[in-house]
């Protein structure tokens, strides 16, 4: 009981710090996003340094920084025709690791550089569709579509966790994370849908048979970040991620689902709502 009131607590605190961030727009989203990177990444180092797998450490924290700075979706131009400024950062870490590791190679110079450019894909990359998503396509429809992923993640793990505690019996992913059930998946997902079928109502944006589909995406793709992150956790032979936030163990725990949610809440409003 001690868990679960702390999680609710945390959950609650959270989402309304993230509201706030969100509401202000790049100002403030940019700051924290680069703060949860660098935790999250920080995080990650902690889980390799257990396996004993060495990385880039102050060069993933630079990269990572300037990946989320390029994902600002006001910068005057692009670097090439049809390229992004996201895509020129990670074309310039991929090089800098691979030169860096000619030059000073040391032991094991292939896995630290997978593992670096892992980070920077897994993290960073990620957390930058955050920014993209938020003036999608506007700063003000913007604010409406990133709080979708938001609502319904924040439903989706609810309605999970409930659904799964009371009446979870069937394994998801025994393998992977033994907790997770058919049942709260199942329970996720209702949730999820409930959330979005009633934000997508009020604002008048979608039909209901659209909002049922990206109920389910959105659902699986946030319980797939999930199952990614428990799939690390599990390779690297660790439990938590950290322990920062009382409940929900680290900030890669907090962010795993939304980590997968926004990126494809973006795909999704690109390809069949902007595009209509």
Known sequence: MESLSSRILTSVVGFAILSLVVWVGWAALLPGLIVVAIMALREYIRMLDRSDIDVRRVSLGVFAAALLVASLPMWPSTPWPGGSWREAVLTAAVGYFLVVEVIRPGERPLERIV??????????????YFLLLRYSPDAGDGLLYLALPLLATFAADIGGYFVGYFFGRRKLAPEVSP???????????????????GLTTA?????????????????????????????????????????????????????????FAVPATYLFLNISVFTR
Request: charged share 15%.
């Open 179 to 197: 907790g997770k059930t058919v049942e709260g998946s199942i329970g996720g997902l209702l949730f999820s849908f409930l959330m979005v079928l």
């Open 115 to 128: 593992y670096s450019i892992f980070g920077l894909l897994y993290i960073p990359w990620l957390l930058g």
């Open 203 to 259: 604002t008048h944006i979608w039909t209901p048979f659209e909002a049922l589909l990206y109920a389910i995406l959105v659902a699986s793709a946030s319980q797939l970040g999930d199952l990614a992150e428990s799939l690390l956790k599990r390779s690297l032979n660790t439990k938590d991620s950290g322990t920062s936030l009382p409940g929900h163990g680290g900030f890669l725990d907090r962010v795993d689902s939304l980590l």
